[in-house]
């Protein structure tokens, strides 16, 4: 007969894939127990990076859930909203110094100026980071949410693994963390939460190169 752990499968699974995320370690201090147990609550946390800058997080598992979790970390009232999908692998030095142009010259001014709230992948990569380095280089003030699989970041706190999990962009004001460990499993949650911030104001999806998840988030945001 199995033994019983006390706790519901539903926190067997999410305790799991924080394991998996470097979330919880083995020999984790007390902040990293207190992350644990916020993740298992989903409540909201205090992100604090490297270069200084905060941002609000939590996890969310359900669709059912989202619109009070976003609430919960501030964002709430309808808002243009502008998502970002691509990456920036296989491009050219030259490529690479226009799209950082773009970023910093059309993409950021234009959701300063309009109050938009932008949405991307969240990951200290590609185009997620060009987004995030350019709100900083304009010291912008817009919302800039993060999306991502649980499974497959680090918290600022645990540098990656070595079994693929990617550092948060640390420009980033927000971040909606998704129960899941492939990469991928966010693309609907992009599409679901731009449309819950947006309400009646307009969405629009920019697309910068990219592979297979890119088309799969440009699907979802059609």
Wanted: aromatic share 4%; charged share 15%; with cysteine.
């Amino acid at each position: 007969m199995a033994r019983s752990t006390g706790i519901a499968p539903s926190r067997l699974r999410k305790r799991r894939v924080l394991a998996k995320s470097g979330a919880l370690s083995q020999d984790g201090n007390k902040r990293k127990h207190l992350l644990f147990k916020q993740f298992l609550n989903n409540q909201p946390l205090k992100l604090t990076f490297n270069n200084g800058q905060t941002a609000c997080a939590i996890q969310v598992d359900h669709f059912v859930d989202l619109s009070g979790a976003l609430n919960q970390i501030g964002l709430h009232g309808s808002r243009p909203v502008l998502v970002v999908v691509g990456g920036a692998s296989k491009m050219s030095d030259q490529s690479m110094a226009r799209l950082r142009l773009l970023f910093v010259n059309v993409l950021a001014p234009i959701a300063e100026t309009l109050g938009a709230c932008v949405v991307d992948g969240g990951t200290d990569t590609g185009v997620m980071q060009m987004m995030g380095q350019a709100r900083a280089e304009i010291a912008g003030t817009f919302p800039l949410v993060g999306i991502a699989p649980v499974g497959k970041i680090a918290l600022p706190d645990a540098p990656p693994s070595s079994s693929g999990q990617t550092s948060l962009e640390p420009n980033h004001t927000h971040f909606v963390l998704i129960s899941g460990s492939t990469w991928g499993d966010e693309s609907p949650w992009l599409a679901r939460i731009a449309t819950t911030l947006a309400d009646e104001k307009p969405s629009v999806t920019v697309m910068a190169n990219g592979g297979a998840i890119t088309l799969l988030d440009l699907f979802e945001n059609k």
